[in-house]
Protein backbone atom coordinates (compact mmCIF):
# COMPACT_ATOMS: atom_id res chain seq x y z
CA UNK A 1 0.00 0.00 0.00
CA UNK A 2 1.48 3.82 -0.83
CA UNK A 3 0.93 6.16 1.81
CA UNK A 4 0.76 10.00 0.29
CA UNK A 5 1.64 12.95 3.02
CA UNK A 6 0.37 10.51 6.09
CA UNK A 7 2.18 11.86 9.32
CA UNK A 8 2.28 9.60 12.24
CA UNK A 9 0.80 11.06 15.19
CA UNK A 10 3.11 11.03 18.48
CA UNK A 11 2.98 8.28 20.65
CA UNK A 12 2.35 5.48 17.63
CA UNK A 13 4.65 3.34 16.38
CA UNK A 14 5.91 4.94 12.62
CA UNK A 15 6.32 1.02 11.11
CA UNK A 16 2.82 -0.09 10.93
CA UNK A 17 -0.86 0.39 11.88
CA UNK A 18 -0.84 -1.76 14.82
CA UNK A 19 -2.20 0.12 17.77
CA UNK A 20 0.70 0.36 19.62
CA UNK A 21 0.49 3.35 22.43
CA UNK A 22 1.90 2.98 25.29
CA UNK A 23 0.17 5.81 26.71
CA UNK A 24 -2.54 4.48 29.59
CA UNK A 25 -4.77 7.78 29.59
CA UNK A 26 -7.08 7.98 26.15
CA UNK A 27 -5.75 10.15 23.50
CA UNK A 28 -7.33 13.85 23.16
CA UNK A 29 -9.27 15.43 20.51
CA UNK A 30 -6.88 15.02 17.18
CA UNK A 31 -6.92 16.90 13.93
CA UNK A 32 -5.31 15.37 10.72
CA UNK A 33 -5.54 16.61 7.12
CA UNK A 34 -6.00 15.89 3.52
CA UNK A 35 -4.16 12.03 2.82
CA UNK A 36 -4.27 9.98 0.02
CA UNK A 37 -4.19 6.08 0.15
CA UNK A 38 -3.66 3.75 -2.78
CA UNK A 39 -3.88 -0.32 -2.48
CA UNK A 40 -2.40 -2.80 -5.10
CA UNK A 41 -1.47 -2.25 -8.48
CA UNK A 42 -3.39 0.83 -8.39
CA UNK A 43 -0.45 2.61 -6.45
CA UNK A 44 1.08 3.16 -9.34
CA UNK A 45 -1.70 5.36 -10.83
CA UNK A 46 -3.57 8.75 -10.00
CA UNK A 47 -7.16 8.73 -10.41
CA UNK A 48 -9.02 12.21 -10.80
CA UNK A 49 -12.56 13.08 -10.89
CA UNK A 50 -13.51 15.77 -14.01
CA UNK A 51 -16.79 16.92 -12.74
CA UNK A 52 -17.70 19.19 -15.68
CA UNK A 53 -18.05 15.95 -18.24
CA UNK A 54 -18.39 13.36 -15.27
CA UNK A 55 -15.49 11.24 -16.04
CA UNK A 56 -12.98 9.61 -13.98
CA UNK A 57 -9.21 10.48 -15.67
CA UNK A 58 -6.33 7.67 -14.56
CA UNK A 59 -2.89 9.43 -14.94
CA UNK A 60 0.45 6.93 -15.53
CA UNK A 61 3.63 8.67 -16.68
CA UNK A 62 3.18 10.73 -19.90
CA UNK A 63 -0.21 9.61 -20.57
CA UNK A 64 -3.75 9.16 -19.46
CA UNK A 65 -7.18 7.30 -19.78
CA UNK A 66 -11.01 8.14 -19.58
CA UNK A 67 -13.35 6.43 -17.98
CA UNK A 68 -16.78 7.27 -18.69
CA UNK A 69 -20.45 7.06 -16.70
CA UNK A 70 -21.35 3.15 -17.44
CA UNK A 71 -23.45 0.41 -15.58
CA UNK A 72 -23.63 -2.86 -13.64
CA UNK A 73 -26.44 -4.31 -12.90
CA UNK A 74 -26.38 -4.61 -8.94
CA UNK A 75 -23.87 -1.99 -7.82
CA UNK A 76 -25.39 -0.15 -5.08
CA UNK A 77 -26.52 3.26 -5.70
CA UNK A 78 -24.11 4.88 -3.62
CA UNK A 79 -21.39 4.23 -6.13
CA UNK A 80 -21.06 5.15 -9.77
CA UNK A 81 -19.88 3.09 -12.54
CA UNK A 82 -17.45 4.08 -14.86
CA UNK A 83 -16.00 2.41 -17.85
CA UNK A 84 -13.01 2.63 -20.13
CA UNK A 85 -13.60 0.10 -23.11
CA UNK A 86 -9.83 -1.56 -23.20
CA UNK A 87 -8.84 -0.81 -19.39
CA UNK A 88 -11.95 -1.82 -17.65
CA UNK A 89 -14.06 -0.74 -15.15
CA UNK A 90 -14.22 1.54 -11.84
CA UNK A 91 -16.43 2.38 -8.96
CA UNK A 92 -16.56 5.68 -7.75
CA UNK A 93 -18.36 6.66 -4.31
CA UNK A 94 -18.06 10.25 -2.10
CA UNK A 95 -19.20 11.60 1.06
CA UNK A 96 -18.37 14.93 2.87
CA UNK A 97 -14.68 14.62 3.06
CA UNK A 98 -13.67 11.68 1.20
CA UNK A 99 -13.46 9.43 -1.96
CA UNK A 100 -13.24 6.31 -2.90
CA UNK A 101 -12.23 4.71 -6.31
CA UNK A 102 -12.40 1.11 -6.74
CA UNK A 103 -10.66 -0.40 -9.92
CA UNK A 104 -10.28 -3.84 -10.53
CA UNK A 105 -6.20 -3.82 -9.35
CA UNK A 106 -6.84 -1.63 -6.11
CA UNK A 107 -8.53 1.38 -5.10
CA UNK A 108 -8.05 5.13 -4.16
CA UNK A 109 -8.66 6.45 -0.97
CA UNK A 110 -8.77 10.57 -0.19
CA UNK A 111 -9.69 12.32 2.40
CA UNK A 112 -9.93 15.79 1.40
CA UNK A 113 -9.55 18.92 4.21
CA UNK A 114 -9.46 18.56 7.78
CA UNK A 115 -10.87 15.99 10.18
CA UNK A 116 -11.23 16.53 13.98
CA UNK A 117 -10.98 12.92 15.29
CA UNK A 118 -13.67 12.41 18.18
CA UNK A 119 -11.64 12.53 21.50
CA UNK A 120 -11.13 9.44 22.77
CA UNK A 121 -11.96 10.26 26.37
CA UNK A 122 -15.17 10.94 26.00
CA UNK A 123 -16.41 9.05 22.96
CA UNK A 124 -14.88 5.70 23.60
CA UNK A 125 -16.57 3.51 21.05
CA UNK A 126 -18.25 4.63 18.20
CA UNK A 127 -20.11 2.71 15.32
CA UNK A 128 -20.18 3.38 11.85
CA UNK A 129 -22.75 1.79 9.39
CA UNK A 130 -23.55 1.99 5.77
CA UNK A 131 -22.82 0.17 2.13
CA UNK A 132 -20.55 -2.19 0.65
CA UNK A 133 -20.35 -2.53 -3.29
CA UNK A 134 -17.65 -3.98 -5.51
CA UNK A 135 -16.68 -6.06 -8.75
CA UNK A 136 -15.15 -9.86 -8.73
CA UNK A 137 -12.67 -9.74 -12.01
CA UNK A 138 -10.84 -12.72 -13.44
CA UNK A 139 -7.54 -10.65 -13.85
CA UNK A 140 -7.17 -6.90 -15.03
CA UNK A 141 -9.17 -5.38 -18.22
CA UNK A 142 -11.87 -7.81 -17.31
CA UNK A 143 -14.98 -5.96 -19.55
CA UNK A 144 -17.79 -8.41 -17.77
CA UNK A 145 -17.40 -8.02 -14.52
CA UNK A 146 -19.41 -9.67 -11.72
CA UNK A 147 -20.58 -7.44 -9.13
CA UNK A 148 -21.07 -8.27 -5.20
CA UNK A 149 -23.23 -5.72 -2.31
CA UNK A 150 -23.58 -5.74 0.97
CA UNK A 151 -23.85 -3.95 4.33
CA UNK A 152 -21.01 -2.82 6.24
CA UNK A 153 -20.87 -1.99 10.06
CA UNK A 154 -17.18 -0.62 11.66
CA UNK A 155 -16.68 -0.04 15.29
CA UNK A 156 -13.70 2.54 16.06
CA UNK A 157 -12.49 2.45 19.72
CA UNK A 158 -10.83 6.11 19.98
CA UNK A 159 -9.78 5.12 23.20
CA UNK A 160 -7.91 2.41 22.79
CA UNK A 161 -6.66 3.13 18.44
CA UNK A 162 -8.90 -0.52 17.19
CA UNK A 163 -10.77 -1.06 14.34
CA UNK A 164 -12.89 -4.18 13.23
CA UNK A 165 -16.30 -4.99 11.75
CA UNK A 166 -18.19 -7.09 9.26
CA UNK A 167 -20.11 -7.12 5.55
CA UNK A 168 -22.93 -8.64 5.54
CA UNK A 169 -25.89 -9.28 3.80
CA UNK A 170 -23.22 -9.94 0.62
CA UNK A 171 -25.43 -10.99 -3.13
CA UNK A 172 -23.22 -11.96 -6.10
CA UNK A 173 -24.89 -10.94 -9.22
CA UNK A 174 -28.46 -9.71 -7.14
CA UNK A 175 -28.92 -13.55 -6.75
CA UNK A 176 -26.43 -15.44 -4.98
CA UNK A 177 -25.92 -15.24 -1.28
CA UNK A 178 -22.58 -14.91 -0.22
CA UNK A 179 -20.57 -15.62 2.79
CA UNK A 180 -20.48 -12.55 5.19
CA UNK A 181 -17.00 -10.76 5.75
CA UNK A 182 -14.97 -10.37 9.07
CA UNK A 183 -12.71 -7.10 9.40
CA UNK A 184 -10.18 -8.16 11.95
CA UNK A 185 -9.33 -6.13 14.65
CA UNK A 186 -6.51 -3.73 13.96
CA UNK A 187 -5.20 -0.28 14.95
CA UNK A 188 -5.63 3.16 14.12
CA UNK A 189 -3.13 5.87 12.92
CA UNK A 190 -3.86 9.55 12.32
CA UNK A 191 -7.83 8.42 11.47
CA UNK A 192 -6.16 5.69 9.20
CA UNK A 193 -6.29 1.77 8.97
CA UNK A 194 -5.24 -1.32 7.40
CA UNK A 195 -5.94 -4.86 8.25
CA UNK A 196 -7.43 -8.34 7.43
CA UNK A 197 -10.00 -10.07 6.50
CA UNK A 198 -11.76 -13.44 7.10
CA UNK A 199 -14.57 -15.08 5.51
CA UNK A 200 -16.44 -13.88 2.48
CA UNK A 201 -17.07 -17.69 0.10
CA UNK A 202 -19.00 -16.23 -2.67
CA UNK A 203 -21.13 -19.83 -2.82
CA UNK A 204 -20.14 -20.01 -6.79
CA UNK A 205 -18.06 -22.29 -8.72
CA UNK A 206 -16.39 -24.14 -6.11
CA UNK A 207 -14.70 -20.82 -5.21
CA UNK A 208 -12.87 -20.40 -1.79
CA UNK A 209 -11.95 -17.24 -0.36
CA UNK A 210 -8.76 -16.75 0.67
CA UNK A 211 -7.69 -13.86 3.73
CA UNK A 212 -8.19 -10.91 2.36
CA UNK A 213 -7.34 -7.02 3.17
CA UNK A 214 -9.03 -4.23 3.80
CA UNK A 215 -8.14 -0.04 3.83
CA UNK A 216 -9.77 2.48 5.22
CA UNK A 217 -9.89 6.21 6.30
CA UNK A 218 -12.13 8.09 9.00
CA UNK A 219 -13.20 11.51 6.75
CA UNK A 220 -15.50 13.83 7.66
CA UNK A 221 -15.30 17.56 9.65
CA UNK A 222 -15.57 15.67 12.62
CA UNK A 223 -14.69 12.46 11.67
CA UNK A 224 -18.77 11.19 10.34
CA UNK A 225 -18.09 8.89 7.88
CA UNK A 226 -15.43 5.94 6.72
CA UNK A 227 -14.81 5.34 3.28
CA UNK A 228 -12.50 1.98 2.69
CA UNK A 229 -11.73 -0.64 0.29
CA UNK A 230 -11.83 -4.72 0.35
CA UNK A 231 -9.30 -7.02 -1.96
CA UNK A 232 -10.03 -10.47 -1.75
CA UNK A 233 -8.71 -13.57 -4.04
CA UNK A 234 -11.16 -16.45 -4.38
CA UNK A 235 -9.46 -19.69 -5.32
CA UNK A 236 -10.95 -21.96 -7.62
CA UNK A 237 -10.25 -23.85 -11.50
CA UNK A 238 -10.20 -19.96 -12.63
CA UNK A 239 -8.92 -17.75 -9.49
CA UNK A 240 -11.16 -14.10 -9.54
CA UNK A 241 -10.38 -11.21 -7.30
CA UNK A 242 -13.29 -9.11 -5.35
CA UNK A 243 -12.69 -5.68 -5.37
CA UNK A 244 -14.69 -3.75 -2.90
CA UNK A 245 -15.72 -0.08 -1.77
CA UNK A 246 -17.11 1.18 1.86
CA UNK A 247 -18.89 3.82 2.50
CA UNK A 248 -20.24 4.31 5.66
CA UNK A 249 -21.40 6.82 8.32
CA UNK A 250 -22.08 7.45 12.40
Same mark, same amino acid.
Given at each position: ?5 ? @? ?7 ? @? ?27 ? =? ?35 ? =??? @???? =? ?161
Amino acid at each position: MQFLRL @SVATGLCAA @SLSACSTTTEPPAQQEVGSVTMRTGDAAN =YEYIYQPTSDRVQRLVPNAGWFYYPDSIAGVPAEFSV =YLN @STEG =YLLRGTVDGGEVIIADNGAQLIRTGTTVLPDGSETGAVTYGGTYGGIVVEGTRDLNPSSVTGLVQIEVDFGDYAVSGAITNRVLDETIAANDIALDLTGLIDGAFEGTTTGGDLNTGGLVANAGTYTGLIVGPNGEHIIGAVTITHTGVDDVIEQGGMILSQ
